[in-house]
């Protein structure tokens, strides 16, 4: 290890600081107005981007800080789901884009009490918005009608399920209605249900589209009037691959990309319904595809090698995409439609110290499943102290993202490495449901593949492997410990799951919903699969320190099951330090996200001494 570097000009502190651009999006009927998530004011928050001029004006100004909204086709609000510090459940909001954090929150739901979402939409003509109200009911797919003077009218309900379900997503002209739900499936897979807002039998006149085997979601309808053409993808055949449904008619387009390895996943329309932007990933790394409809071609973009995400036409030549890598912060490109050529950064990030590339490897699991991970290294020969990180999900995938973190451990002489565990996505289908029904098993196998691999080939110092992750990750972290403790030094979770019968009382309905259709039912179900499936069910067997660090106003982990773990822990006599901080599920604050880790290399310098 290098020295403790707590300075406030660190290099790992500077890397926190820089500003990045998260994410945008532009109204298609008023494509000069836009949305930006950055947080530039040291929180992210959410700004009006003035697309033509690059100008950002700050709409939100919240403590706990505001990562989801979007704009409405004719830019004329930006809307969000606003909550209690960060606690997920709250009602849409709507300003005007001319606003500012001074400007009036217009409740857009004032008739109903607080609720958790995840969803929200609009038709493009501006007849509909439509969203996801998940409470004690169920999952209710709600349309609010617009009037010609920009009013709203009274909530009506689409449909209503019991199963994790979300939607509406509307066709242009807000005829057409289609929603995505696991109610045929009774798992993770979805399928869509399409209604024709004309007919007022709806309910009798709904189309299905449904694979036998394998889940469909939905993308978007095409951005022209008339138009009943969905955008959706699919992975029936194993991975990942986009189609095209006509909703009126029936048709199906499942786009021929037989030489593809990996997942093809779908963001968008051009603005003329011609082609498609599609981006695969293939082993975590990324490459952007544009696929033309009329004439079956799809066109393969030389671009630069990282992270790309939330890509959309600007016009028909330009794409607008999202785009860092393990040494540089995320910032918006436009991109060659054609070749793929970044012609210039439309919104930048800020400066960064230089960090270490990431590099990618693979290595063997049980059963001989391979794994794939990212790793970097400092200067100097191993072996190394090493910190092995687990993202979260486990619907998701680590890529070569900017990661203060990461250059952080990197910076005091540690090896950091994170694993794509199975549950992962991108790997294929098997490789991602192969943890499904038996949460917490398989996902240790690979960690401790990967500390043995690591171990083999001289990286990691075997008494000196620290795990770490955040959400799922934590939860794995405490699950590790629990299940392989003769491997680890130490764990550090965030905003961790450590008692899924708990998690399931408390827990907002939208991940209430998630949790039975991974499970394959609810705990009073399944009790015997929820219990191995917790770390509370291990306290006996951990032996390595703990250190937690956990949102008090989290709905997605609720603080009572951390809590309860961490007096069972304390009882058997277990190491064990719980930070609380006054926020949701994570920190979305620069000085939040550097006391967090400050202590986090004081704990660690303690535990390997």
């Known amino acids: 290890m290098n020295p403790l570097d707590l300075s406030h000009d660190a290099p790992w502190k500077k890397r926190f600081r820089a500003p990045t651009v998260q994410y945008t999006s532009i109204a298609p009927l008023n494509r000069q107005r836009g949305l930006a998530v ?14 033509k001029t690059g100008r950002l004006r700050q709409i939100t100004d919240k403590p706990a800080g505001v990562v989801f909204g979007g704009i409405s086709p004719d830019g004329a609000y930006i809307i969000y789901h606003d909550d209690q510090q960060g606690n997920e459940i709250g009602h849409y909001v709507r300003v005007p884009f001319d606003g500012d954090i001074n400007t009036p929150r217009e409740d857009i739901t004032p008739d109903m009490p607080p609720y958790a979402s995840l969803s929200a939409s609009e038709s493009l003509n501006g007849q509909w918005f439509g969203y996801t109200v998940a409470d004690q009911s169920g999952f209710n797919m709600l349309m609010l009608p617009k009037n010609p003077d920009g009013t709203l009218g009274q909530a009506q309900v689409l449909y209503r399920s019991q199963a994790l379900s979300f939607g509406p997503m509307f066709s242009y002209d807000g005829d057409y209605a289609v929603i995505a739900t696991t109610e ?60 095209v449904w006509d909703v009126v008619t029936g048709d199906r387009i499942d786009i021929p990309l037989p030489d593809i390895q990996g997942d093809i996943n779908a963001w968008g329309w051009s603005p003329d319904g011609k082609r498609i932007l599609l981006f695969g990933l293939n082993q975590a790394v990324y490459q952007i595809y544009v696929y033309d409809l009329e004439n079956s071609q799809l066109n393969i973009l030389a671009h630069l090698a990282g992270v790309y995400s939330a890509g959309y036409f600007y016009d028909d030549e330009t794409i607008y995409i999202n785009y860092q890598d393990s040494t540089q912060p995320a910032k918006v490109v436009a991109m060659n439609a054609q070749t793929g050529t970044i012609l210039d950064d439309v919104l930048k990030a800020g400066e960064a110290p230089s960090g270490v590339k990431w590099r990618s490897v693979n290595f063997s699991s049980s059963d001989g499943v391979k794994a794939q991970a990212w790793l970097a290294v400092p200067n100097g020969e191993g072996p190394f102290p090493m910190i092995m990180h687990m993202h979260g999900g486990p619907t998701a995938v680590q890529t070569e993202t900017f990661s203060p973190s990461a250059q952080m451990w990197v910076d005091h002489g540690f090896a950091w490495m994170s694993v794509n565990y199975r549950g992962s996505t991108t790997f294929g289908r098997d490789f991602q449901h192969a943890i499904y029904g038996m949460l917490g098993h398989r996902e240790v196998d690979d960690m401790a593949a990967a500390y043995h691999w690591a171990v083999a080939n001289g990286i990691a110092q075997p008494d000196a492997v620290i795990l770490t992750g955040a959400s799922y990750g934590g939860y794995l972290t405490l699950q590790c410990l629990g299940k392989t403790p003769a491997l680890w030094a130490g764990g550090i979770a965030v905003v961790a799951i450590a008692d899924w019968f708990l998690m399931y009382e408390d827990q907002a309905e939208t991940l209430r919903g998630y949790q039975k259709a991974l499970f394959g039912g609810s705990p009073d179900e399944l009790p015997e699969i929820h219990r191995n499936a917790s770390p509370i069910t291990y306290v006996e067997n951990v032996s390595a320190p703990v250190l937690v660090i956990q949102g ?26 719980v930070h609380w901080f006054d926020a949701g599920h994570g920190s979305r604050a620069m000085a939040q996200d550097i006391e967090h880790h400050e202590l986090m290399l004081q704990w660690v310098y303690r535990v390997l001494g």
């Open 38 to 51: 950055s947080n530039q004011s040291g929180v992210y928050q959410l700004y009006a981007w003035d697309v």
């Open 184 to 243: 045929r499936s009774q798992s993770t897979d979805t399928c869509l249900m399409a209604f024709d807002l004309l007919d007022k039998s709806q309910q009798q006149n709904i189309k299905i589209l449904q694979e036998e085997t394998g889940t469909i979601q939905p993308v978007a309808f095409a951005p022209l009037p008339g138009d009943t053409r969905l955008l959706a993808v699919t992975d029936a055949t194993g991975f990942n691959r986009p189609l």
């Open 552 to 577: 008090a106003n989290d709905t997605r982990c609720p603080a009572r099951q951390m809590r309860v773990y961490e007096e069972k822990m304390r009882q058997a006599g277990k190491d064990i330090h």
